[in-house]
């Protein structure tokens, strides 16, 4: 069974800082490509950032560019979303997700993933 295990939310004044985890097991194959998808209050899941095995090439939404690092421990099996300068509008839910193999699909899209971890969320205040 494939389970992804997310940490690290929690609650944060603007400019601060948060770092997310994302475990994966029960995964057997070693090229998939991993990352992050937010949800705010009456919108759509949207992909934050993303960052492929072995390579680590990394995406980001244009929203977080300079603000947001992700970064993956191989070994581990560990993903991390390094947060700074935050702001309100980046409250949400924060899911961690995985891509299979096949890498063709853009990881923006959330239908490309091929598992989702149950979320943790974040909220930003002024």
């Known amino acids: 069974q494939v389970q992804l295990a997310e940490s690290g939310g929690g609650s944060v004044q603007a400019g601060g800082s948060l770092r997310l985890s994302c475990t994966v097991s029960?995964?057997?194959?070693?090229?998939?490509?991993m990352g992050w998808f937010r949800q705010g209050p009456g919108q759509g899941r949207e992909g934050v950032a993303f960052?492929?095995?072995?390579?680590?090439?990394?995406r980001y939404a244009d929203s977080v560019k300079g603000r947001f690092t992700i970064s993956l421990d191989d070994n581990k099996r560990t993903v991390y979303l390094q947060m700074n300068s935050l702001k309100p509008e980046d409250t949400g839910m924060y899911y961690c997700?995985?891509?299979?193999?096949?890498?063709?699909?853009?990881?923006?899209?959330?239908?490309?993933?091929?598992?989702w971890g149950k979320g943790t969320p974040v909220t930003i205040s002024s």
């Open positions: 997700a995985l891509q299979g193999p096949t890498l063709l699909r853009s990881p923006f899209d959330p239908d490309a993933m091929n598992y």
């Open positions: 029960g995964y057997p194959d070693t090229t998939n490509r």
């Open positions: 960052i492929s095995s072995g390579t680590h090439i990394t």
